[in-house]
């Protein structure tokens, strides 16, 4: 490394090792306010300078008090001139706070909420937001909220949102936000002088601010244009960074990596393909196309399959499976449940013509030990080709003689130490990963960003398809009408149970309960039960009966959500609907339709809530599962979905994945283009990002540098 950049690089460790410092560096933060803000999960010098406001009011934009209309949703800012707490028979409150901005006053009052009254003394500025009440001669909002501006006691003191905006951060009671604003302002004059990891050009490129610039504005604007630029640089910023940790990944696998050469498909592959009773789809095929391209790299595939319930997603691995078998190798799946390890047995033994001469072999935690030690024999020696199975195959003692390609279905049931586990079974192989859970396109350039995507769009021919019902409690006589229609035809019919509590005793319960209302309801048929308290024994016998028609109705928990396919399940009926994901009622929906006869999803929910509402109106109006994870990813909005740190990805602060889409495009192109030219970042422009790279992904360094 030459030696200024050695220079500039010691620098740069000592300016990061800095704001990474105690929080008690910050001019006065002492024992207290220290306390305060580890309560507030702020750890050090950069969590604060990085704890932004959740919103901000601008006061050109504020109402006058004496300009305000009755009936309007407003908020208006003055000064605490009285604060009245009138204390009622049994114990009962009311608390009068009347602000003044010059032009009128506002009461806002409180009903049993007598601590509001330590907060709202005489002198401090607030601002109330609410609806305006014209009552006994004034004007007054109820239970408005309030953000405190500046304490009684600081009144006088310099305040630090002298400016017409004002930043409103995140604040507790102990730590209030005006003391927030002072404690930041106080840290940027200590600490704000940032260097910018963001290279030069791609901020003249887009206009952006330079880092320390933007993190005032994002404090303390002084205009709302200068806002609108610092909050999409901060965005972008947190976008690229986390872009250029996926290019890194994928590039270091592309370039450090020894992985399988395979040929290109060959006789095994075309005598599969002959042996079908189906044509391929033209998704399955690209997608083939796609995935036998990735494998004659020399270098390890790193690929997601992702399709609909029923779209062949089974077919599209096999082939895959087949090839790495062409090559010599061996082939391993990995699912979360026994009951999908079966129905992956199950499906590829059914698929392989008796003439292809392979061996498939299931391996699960319930194998017996003289059958499990057979199937470990034949894995080590080579004799075994596919081996199906459950967190089994990572145990200590499976071992292959050449593992090519690893297939993991549904692999955000999976923690990312049990997928590396996997591929150390053999040197290097390919992963092809499989989810019939459809992925929002923010998230697939995200969570799964440094993965290859190929989609399977379309259902195989012969399909008569499902028709979606959404009814509340009362339309619950017209659902079993159709169940019972169905059933008078030969059908058979699912009911999920209402998802009541986290515990499965609870949950089994509700099962049971709900199988002996319906044996009332359907007298003539016979009711199966299956959830999760049940033996594997007894779930063998509840699928098995099912499968063979023997039983009419299952009453299931959603242990049936992935991994069930009866093709003469026209009904599937989902109790309390309102309360299980968009994602979780549109994979029941295809445990049914998968046959020629139409089927029925029904929907029943006693919901009321605006986002339950807007759930069943989503599963009611969307059939494409990729439009309705959008859809879910708007209703929920993207909060909980880096909450896991399975995912392995650090948590965004300003960037919204939705909203800020197009930025997402934009810093995923530049980030890519930047660690093709550069993979290591090793050239001097690029060593502020590497470290930031390096530091923002801290918890998360196994994630980064591990296949």
Known sequence: ??????????????????????????????????????????????GLLYHF????????????????????????????????LNRTSRNRSVLNVAIYDGSAYMYGIWFNQPYHADRLQP????????????????????????????????????????????????ATQKMGAAMLRRLIMRALEQYGDLPDHIPYGLRLRYGYP?????????????????????????????????????????????????GIAHADPGELIRSFATSLPFRLTAAQEKAFGEISGDMSEPYPMNRMLQGEVGSGKTVVALMA????????????????????????FNSITGLLAAGLGLRVELLTGNTAAARRREILEAAGSGGLDILVGTHALIQEGVEFKSLGLI?????????????????EKGVHPDTLIMTATPIPRTLSLTLYGDLEVSVLDELPAGRAGTRTLVVGPDGRAHAYDIIREE????????????????????EAKAAEKEARELSK??????????????????????????????????????????????????????????????????????????????????????????????????????????????????????????????????????????????????????????????????DPEHLLLLQEVTKRFRENLEWLFQA
């Not at 933007?214 to 986390?242: C, I, K, T, W």
């Not at 090559?327 to 990995?334: K, R, V």
């Not at 890519?672 to 970042?681: G, T």
């Open 487 to 506: 059933l008078l035809k030969g059908r058979q019919a699912f009911v999920v149970c209402p998802l009541v509590d986290a515990s499965p005793a609870i």
């Open 321 to 344: 499976l087949l090839l790495t078998l062409e090559n010599g190798h061996q082939g391993a799946i990995m699912a979360p449940t026994e009951v999908l390890a079966e129905q992956h």
């Open 123 to 170: 002198g401090t500025e607030v601002a109330f937001s609410g609806k305006v009440q014209y009552r006994y001669g004034r004007l007054q909002m109820v239970n408005p909220a309030y953000d405190i501006l500046e304490d009684a006691g600081d009144v006088g003191s310099k305040t630090v949102h002298t400016g017409r905006i004002i930043p409103l951060h995140p």
């Open 210 to 258: 330079h880092r320390s610039q933007a993190l005032r504005e994002m404090h303390f604007p002084s205009s709302a244009g200068r806002l609108n630029r610092a909050r999409q640089r901060m965005a972008y910023d947190e976008l690229l960074v986390m872009q250029v940790a996926l290019a890194m990944r994928r590039q270091r696998l592309k370039l450090e990596t020894q």
């Open 521 to 682: 309801v359907f007298p003539g048929s016979r009711i199966g039960l299956l959830h999760g308290q049940m033996a594997k024994a007894e779930k063998d016998r509840a699928m098995t009966d099912f499968r063979g028609g023997e039983v009419q109705l299952l009453v299931s928990t959603t242990v049936i959500e992935v991994g069930i396919d009866v093709p003469n399940a026209t009904v599937m009926m989902v109790e309390n609907a309102d309360r299980f994901g968009l994602s979780q009622l549109h994979q029941l929906r295809g445990r049914v339709g998968r046959g020629e006869h139409p089927s029925h999803g029904i929907f029943v929910f006693d919901g009321e809530t605006e986002e339950s509402q807007r759930r069943m109106r989503a599963i009611a109006e969307i059939e494409d599962g990729f439009a309705l994870a959008e859809a879910d990813l708007e209703i929920r909005g993207e909060g909980s979905l880096f909450g896991t740190r399975q995912s392995g990805m650090p948590d965004m602060r300003v960037a919204r994945l939705i909203r800020d889409f197009r930025l997402l495009k934009q810093a995923r192109a530049d980030a890519f283009d930047l660690v093709e030219k550069d993979p290591h970042l090793q």
């Open 407 to 423: 297939v993991v279905d549904e692999q955000h049931r999976f923690g990312l130490r049990q997928r590396m586990l996997l591929k």
């Open 53 to 84: 406001p959740r919103r901000y009011l601008d006061r050109r934009r504020l109402s006058r008090i004496g300009d305000v209309r009755i009936g309007e949703d407003t908020t208006v800012v003055g000064t605490v001139r009285k604060a009245d």
């Open 1 to 46: 490394m030459p030696e200024q950049v050695e220079r500039r690089a010691g620098e740069l460790g000592a300016h990061w090792k800095a704001l990474q410092g105690p929080l008690s560096e910050v001019s006065g933060i002492g024992r207290n306010f220290l306390r305060y803000l580890h309560a507030m999960d702020i750890e050090d010098v950069e």
